[in-house]
């Protein structure tokens, strides 16, 4: 008999078996050695003749193999002078020469990285391919195009480590970004923290507590200052992991539109229940936009708390607060009945597109 409490539910070892069957949780146990595997494998790779300091750097990816890409260019804002900017689409911005593009894709066969593939080719700019293999390791080798590849058998989302740190090295080694040793051993330290507290042996712990006060209604992720990239990623989970729609925001451009609906008496919000993303690394000023933002929409009658991710650094913020999403996706998968594993949906679409080139 499964129980009716969300939380005695997540304890009872039938249902995960019975939901994931495949133990998708393992994957995300691994996420801290991986991420530490990857930032070796980055520091080692042969970048070839690629000239330090380019003067524009542009990140091409999409979904799981664009979450690296958005980190990346969340740190650059503070530890560049070179402009980093990610492109999830078919085009690129025009291209110079010297333009260092970086294509990520996981599976090698992203039609949209592909097709920026082409244009770095057609532009004679710099390229880097970091991906599994596919047509993208084939076509980068053949072009002489530096590839950093590497294996993994989980989906493109569950390799946040490789997306993340894989990236992070080749770039601090090109001089793009000056993040120190003692700044990425920070990041590891969150994800080993998270993954120790919120994994399936820890009762009641926050990700579950998080997932069982979800269960029942939309996620509304509202990430402060650097933490909004955090938001994107609860939000792509939760569609990915628990099969449930999910909204995502940043502080303090949320407090310049939203909030005027989020934290109004009577206007409409639905079943919406928002979480606001908090560390110690965020902005003062946004740190009080966090709290009198939650404030003013409690006060309206929202469901809302605040998710203090911890970390003293951005990088620390941002990877405790991504996993502490992985996890809460996970764990509002297993309330919904939904394998974490599959997606039908996405890859009907992928076969759909197929067809029709």
């Known amino acids: 008999m499964i129980p009716d409490d969300p939380l005695l539910k997540l304890e009872d070892p039938a249902v995960r ?4 069957p495949s133990q998708f949780h393992r994957l995300l146990e691994q996420l801290p050695q991986q991420s530490r595997d990857a930032w070796a494998m980055g520091l080692d790779a042969d970048l070839g003749d690629t000239p330090k300091r380019p003067p524009r750097v542009l990140l091409a990816g999409l979904g799981g193999s664009a979450i690296g890409a958005d980190v990346a260019a969340t740190l650059a804002t503070d530890l560049s002078a070179t402009p980093v900017q990610v492109i999830r689409n078919y085009h690129l911005p025009p291209l110079t020469k010297d333009t260092l593009v970086v294509l990520c894709s996981f599976s090698g066969n992203t039609e949209e990285t592909l097709t920026a593939f082409d244009a770095v ?5 710099r390229g880097i391919a970091i991906t599994t293999g596919g047509t ?21 989302r569950t390799g946040l480590g490789y997306s993340v740190f894989n990236l992070l090295a080749i770039l601090r080694r090109l001089e793009v970004i000056d993040i120190s040793d003692a700044e990425i051993e920070t990041g590891f330290a969150a994800l080993d923290r998270v993954t120790t507290q919120c994994g399936i042996s820890s009762d009641a712990n926050r990700a579950k507590t998080i997932a069982a006060w979800l269960y029942g209604g939309v996620p509304a992720i509202i990430g402060a200052d650097m933490l909004e990239v955090a938001a994107r990623r609860w939000a792509g989970e939760m569609s990915e992991n628990a099969k449930q729609v999910a909204a995502a925001y940043g502080i303090p451009e949320f407090n310049h539109n939203q909030l005027e609906a989020a934290a109004r008496a009577g206007a409409e919000v639905g079943p919406l229940r928002f979480v606001l993303l908090d560390a110690p690394a965020v902005y003062p000023r946004n740190r009080l936009r966090v709290t009198q933002t939650a404030e003013m929409m409690l ?19 941002i990877l405790g607060a991504c996993a502490l999403g992985s996890w ?20 009907r679409l992928k076969r759909v597109l197929a067809q029709e080139r």
Request: hydrophobic content about 40%.
């Open 17 to 20: 078996q019975r939901v994931d």
């Open 121 to 125: 080719e057609q532009a004679g700019a």
């Open 136 to 156: 993208l390791k084939e076509r980068a080798l053949g072009a002489k195009m530096p590839v950093l590849t590497y294996q993994w058998p989980g989906p493109p």
């Open 299 to 317: 006060a309206a009658g929202r469901q809302v708390q605040i998710a203090n991710a911890g970390g003293n650094t951005a990088i620390e913020a």
């Open 328 to 347: 809460t996706s996970y764990y509002l998968g297993l309330l919904r009945d939904h394998d974490p594993a599959p997606l039908t949906v996405m890859d």
